[in-house]
């Protein structure tokens, strides 16, 4: 119980550290000025929390279309500068000083503004999840090698030790070989509101492309492979209103994977409050389940504030793990976050030292791939590729 409420008394009050230039060896290394697309909500935990104890990342500029409300964004979160208006996106990326662009803006407009960030010689690090598109995702990372560029799609539970401790598991063959996977997650009714950009077909909305992209990604992940085929696919529009047709609240998928794997995924971005008022638990695992026995980890994405990984072999005792750090063998505190280690990783690449992990690009296209797949099974089709056009000299 004590680590818990240290735990969670560090992730919410981390010590900051002391910022600016470093050197590796003989090496100086500058810090890296990061400049965030849109006054978004995600972005105080994913990236400006995590920064303040990060020696060599400066939260340096924000833009938002409204330019008192990225004035007043920058004033609470304590950035040097702001951008706003019809230009400001654009004016960001345009700065010298900007040397990462966090693109936290609706799925839809992921793959515009990171290709025009990458155009305009800036890493990207790009919220989940990367674009609409597979095809698009592709475009992004061929750009980033063209430009010597690092690009990262942000799904930030790859790089925390508690799913990493589960694929290690898998892959000891402690179970043996895996038969079926599933991955699901859950949020109450609420977590995004009517209106939100997840509810817009034209912003890249719906759950599969939400909480259950991060269900096609751990699937993946664990397995340690890609699928072969969408069985079956089912999914639920928001509402019966002709601008939800495309827009699933929830959906249910089994997939064929190499090496003979089933998985099963759903997901529910507006599951219903008892007697519509007590929010239920989400539903935040997944499963494996193995020749010679199962693992289970709860909580999968958010596994800082608490997880557990219960490991089943047969005719063998139970036993529960948890891993909130790597203890000693790799960087970072039991405090530390999923977007803390997520940070550590991508400052690490940019600054050509060895990540811990990585989600590289042949990952970040099959997973757009494997979510593309799933709503042309259900027949909810592909969120709409975006209309901007990418001229490699023009603009
Ligand atoms: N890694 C994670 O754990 C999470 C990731 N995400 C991802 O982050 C992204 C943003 O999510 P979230 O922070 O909830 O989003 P918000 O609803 O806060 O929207 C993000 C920003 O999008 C901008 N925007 C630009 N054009 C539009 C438009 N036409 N309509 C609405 N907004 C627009 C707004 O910028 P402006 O301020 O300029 O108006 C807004 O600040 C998504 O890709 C989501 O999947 C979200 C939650 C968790
Ligand atoms: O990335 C995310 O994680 C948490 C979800 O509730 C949220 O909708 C999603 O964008």
Request: aromatic share 10%.
């Amino acid at each position: 119980m004590f680590a818990l409420l240290s735990r969670v008394y560090n992730i919410l009050n981390p010590p900051e550290v002391k910022r600016g230039d470093v050197s590796d060896g003989d090496r100086p290394l500058k810090a890296l000025n990061f400049g965030c697309l849109g006054a978004a909500k995600i972005t105080p935990a994913a990236l400006i929390q995590p920064a303040r104890t990060h020696p060599e990342v400066f939260i340096y500029a924000v833009a938002a279309r409204d330019a008192t409300r990225a004035e007043a964004y920058a004033k609470k979160h304590g950035f040097e500068k702001s951008y706003g208006g019809p230009t400001a996106y654009q004016d960001l990326i345009d700065d010298p000083k900007v040397d990462v662009v966090y693109n936290p803006l609706p799925n839809g407009l992921h793959f515009e503004w990171t290709m025009k960030a990458l155009k305009g010689g800036k890493h990207v690090l790009l919220e989940k999840p990367a674009t609409n598109t597979a095809a698009e995702a592709a475009a992004i990372f061929a750009l980033a090698a063209r430009k010597n560029l690092v690009v990262l799609e942000a799904f930030h539970y790859r790089f925390h030790p508690a799913i990493q401790r589960v694929k290690a598991i898998l892959e000891s063959q402690e179970l043996g070989a895996i038969k079926t996977i599933s991955a699901a997650l859950t949020a109450p009714r609420g977590t995004a509101p009517e209106g939100d950009i997840r509810w817009s077909y034209d912003l890249g909305g719906g759950s599969t492309m939400d909480p259950g992209c991060y269900t096609v990604n751990v699937l993946r992940y664990l397995a340690s492979c890609n699928p072969t085929a969408v069985l079956t696919a089912k999914a639920v529009p928001y509402s019966s209103r002709p601008e939800h047709k495309q827009v699933d609240k929830m959906f249910w998928a089994t997939l064929s994977l190499e090496k003979d794997i089933i998985g099963e995924l759903h997901s529910n971005l507006d599951e219903p409050k008892i007697f519509g008022i007590i929010p239920r638990i989400p539903n935040l695992s997944a499963i494996v389940t193995c020749e010679g026995g199962t693992i289970e980890i709860f909580n999968f994405m958010i596994p800082h504030f608490y997880h557990s990984i219960t490991i089943s072999p047969v005719g063998k005792s139970r036993r529960v793990e948890k891993a909130y750090s790597f203890k000693g063998t790799a960087k970072g505190e039991d405090w530390w976050t999923t977007y803390r280690y997520q940070l550590e990783a991508f400052v690490d690449q940019v600054q050509g030292r060895a990540p811990q992990t990585w989600v590289d690009a042949e990952d970040t296209v099959a997973n757009m791939k494997w979510v593309e797949a799933i709503y042309e099974k259900d027949g909810f089709g592909s969120r709409p590729a975006s209309k901007y056009v990418f001229h490699e000299d023009a603009e």
